[in-house]
């Protein structure tokens, strides 16, 4: 048995979350590779619950046969390659047992690159379906109950992207999607289900092009921040529909979610594992 563990810096939710779970995914891919959460974990991301009591324990450089780090030269943001994730798994697999792996910096596998390497042939199996959605629905749930809200909840990221001072702004400007588009998403949606309440969930700072969607009918704005967004999330998760935004925090709660994923028309949502959500309001 070999262990595996991210010295995770920081980042918003959603990043943080993607560093993190590389680790569950990684542990997947490599036999007898076992994940030790770290304390930490909990306090960079606030989506999914590790429980690091046991872990902990172990986490002390004398219980470990030998250690390793592994932190790119290059930041793997869109996921690391096939090769280099090769590269990586003969390193694992030429330690003894009883070592600690641990990885550094931005080094990322993402759900969607496991269905396009078992399509090509390159990995035995796609572990999404049976190992990685029930990984972190197990993450979720341990703490969270799970009962479904009769609501659509949609996710428009404002905050950064939104801000023309930020740097966030200037670099991904493009993930601020204009209110008209949401507009014709909740007409599409109402002309389907009139009376389902929906909730519009974003941040509280550069979200004032949202109030215009207070005119239609049972229509909730909730603008949340830091402190509200565990809830914010539970809710979302607990939708009998989620629309998602191109956002972090938007792909992880359709992966947790069970309800129905409304797949935005006509816009990217980059690393989203498309094979799995494909419902349409206009079909």
Same mark, same amino acid.
């Given at each position: 048995?070999?262990?595996?563990?991210?010295d995770?810096?920081g980042?918003?939710?959603?990043? @943080? &979350?993607?560093?993190?779970?590389t680790?569950?995914?990684? #542990?997947?891919? %490599? /036999?007898? =590779?076992?994940?030790l959460?770290?304390?930490k974990w909990n306090?960079?991301?606030?989506?999914?619950?590790?429980d690091t009591?046991?872990?902990?324990?172990k986490l002390?450089?004398k219980?470990?046969?030998?250690?390793?780090?592994?932190?790119?030269t290059?930041?793997?943001?869109?996921?690391?390659?096939?090769?280099?994730?090769?590269d990586?798994?003969?390193?694992?697999?030429?330690?003894?047992?009883g070592?600690?792996?641990?990885?550094k910096g931005?080094i990322r596998l993402h759900?969607?690159q496991?269905?396009?390497?078992?399509?090509k042939?390159?990995?035995q199996?796609?572990p999404?379906v049976?190992?990685?959605?029930p @990984? &972190?629905?197990n993450?979720?749930?341990?703490?969270?109950? #799970?009962?479904? %809200? /009769?609501? =659509?909840?949609?996710?428009?990221?404002?905050?950064?992207?939104?801000?023309?001072n930020?740097?966030?702004?200037n670099?991904h400007?493009?993930?601020?999607?204009?209110?008209?588009?949401?507009?014709?998403?909740?007409i599409?949606?109402?002309?389907?289900?009139?009376?389902?309440?929906?909730?519009?969930?974003?941040?509280r700072?550069?979200?004032?092009?949202?109030?215009?969607l207070?005119?239609?009918n049972?229509?909730?704005?909730?603008?949340?921040?830091?402190h509200?967004?565990?809830?914010?999330?539970?809710?979302?998760?607990?939708?009998?529909f989620?629309?998602p935004?191109?956002?972090?925090?938007?792909?992880?709660?359709?992966?947790i979610?069970?309800?129905?994923?409304?797949?935005?028309?006509?816009?990217?949502?980059r690393?989203?594992?498309?094979r799995?959500?494909n419902y349409k309001?206009?079909?």
């Amino acid at each position: 048995m070999k262990f595996i563990t991210y010295d995770q810096k920081g980042g918003r939710s959603g990043h @943080a &979350l993607k560093d993190i779970f590389t680790c569950y995914i990684m #542990s997947f891919l %490599i /036999d007898g =590779l076992v994940v030790l959460p770290q304390k930490k974990w909990n306090n960079r991301q606030k989506i999914v619950n590790f429980d690091t009591d046991e872990s902990q324990s172990k986490l002390n450089e004398k219980n470990f046969t030998g250690i390793i780090t592994i932190n790119p030269t290059k930041e793997q943001w869109n996921g690391m390659s096939f090769w280099y994730f090769c590269d990586i798994q003969k390193q694992i697999e030429s330690l003894p047992g009883g070592s600690l792996v641990i990885l550094k910096g931005v080094i990322r596998l993402h759900p969607f690159q496991l269905t396009e390497w078992y399509n090509k042939k390159m990995i035995q199996e796609d572990p999404y379906v049976e190992k990685i959605v029930p @990984a &972190l629905r197990n993450l979720y749930f341990i703490n969270h109950d #799970s009962k479904t %809200i /009769d609501c =659509l909840s949609m996710h428009v990221r404002r905050g950064d992207v939104a801000d023309p001072n930020s740097r966030a702004y200037n670099a991904h400007g493009f993930r601020r999607w204009p209110v008209e588009y949401f507009e014709q998403a909740i007409i599409s949606f109402r002309s389907k289900f009139p009376n389902v309440p929906i909730n519009v969930f974003s941040e509280r700072n550069f979200s004032g092009d949202l109030q215009i969607l207070k005119k239609y009918n049972n229509l909730n704005i909730i603008l949340g921040d830091a402190h509200s967004l565990q809830k914010d999330i539970n809710h979302m998760i607990n939708s009998r529909f989620f629309m998602p935004c191109d956002s972090c925090l938007s792909l992880w709660v359709s992966y947790i979610s069970k309800g129905t994923i409304i797949m935005p028309e006509d816009k990217e949502l980059r690393y989203f594992h498309k094979r799995y959500f494909n419902y349409k309001l206009r079909e």
